[in-house]
């Protein structure tokens, strides 16, 4: 099985650009994460989803938005990119509380906004 | 706020050392601690931890929590070129009904043989 991808694998973005990150997972978990990874700043909790249909702000979630129409798909929209959010973005996901808490990443996203 | 320190930032350590990275935790509602590696991509699952003075082990890796003290340890023995990675430790907590992990800044581990 894959487990998680995600895609692109790297983008240059322009400015006031949108763009969507998208992710998803083949074993069925029902809690997804995305992450922001940057240097001396460790990995970052943007937004999660509990299960489908529900999503929820972590720790840095301005400027991104997210939505779980399904178990599989968890995608990552920039509305308006600036270039503070250039970072590599990881996908994740686990089984969920009480089921299974060890979260599992994806290959990551590198973007740059210029 | 939920915080995760792990020290040292950064190891250099000749081939065949043995070295302990150490992570301590302010966390409410803790639930569990992970250690992951990362190499040059995403971060890779090594141990889950939930109770005191157990410990984990695979292969040349090992862990230890201690919720009392709030810390936990990861060794590796007879470390290879292979062990060079960044080392993550992260606290999960559960709040209003939701499951989060928060990570430290990572141990960058280099091995020179």
């Known amino acids: 099985t894959a487990g998680i991808t995600q895609a692109p694998t790297s983008q240059i973005l322009a400015a006031g650009r949108s763009m969507t990150l998208r992710c998803t997972q083949d074993?069925?978990?029902?809690?997804m994460y995305w992450y922001r990874q940057d240097l001396g700043l460790g990995l970052r909790l943007i937004h999660y989803?509990?299960?489908?249909?529900?999503?929820g702000k972590g720790e840095v979630p301005d400027g991104y938005s997210v939505s779980r129409a399904n178990t599989d798909d968890f995608p990552l929209t920039l509305a308006s990119a600036v270039p503070s959010q250039t970072s590599v973005y990881f996908c994740?996901?686990?089984?969920?509380?009480?089921?299974?808490?060890?979260?599992?990443f994806g290959p990551g996203t590198r973007l740059l906004v210029l | 706020e939920d915080k995760v320190v792990q020290s040292p930032l950064s190891l250099v350590v000749h081939e065949g050392d043995t070295v302990t990275l150490n992570c301590s935790y302010e966390?409410?509602?803790?639930?569990?601690l992970l250690w992951y590696k990362q190499e040059k991509k995403a971060p890779t699952f090594l141990f889950m931890l939930?109770?005191?003075?157990i410990e984990k082990k695979s292969g040349r890796l090992s862990s230890i929590l201690d919720k009392k003290e709030l810390f936990s340890i990861l060794n590796i023995t007879a470390t290879q070129t292979g062990d060079s990675a960044i080392y993550l430790c992260?606290?999960?907590?559960?709040?209003?009904?939701?499951?989060?992990?928060?990570f430290g800044k990572g141990t960058k581990l280099s091995v020179i043989p």
């Open positions: 992260a606290v999960g907590n559960s709040g209003a009904g939701s499951y989060q992990l928060t």
């Open positions: 939930t109770s005191s003075g």
């Open positions: 074993m069925r978990h029902n809690a």
């Open positions: 966390v409410t509602n803790f639930r569990s």
């Open positions: 989803s509990n299960t489908a249909g529900t999503t």
């Open positions: 994740a996901s686990s089984q969920g509380a009480g089921r299974g808490e060890t979260q599992y």
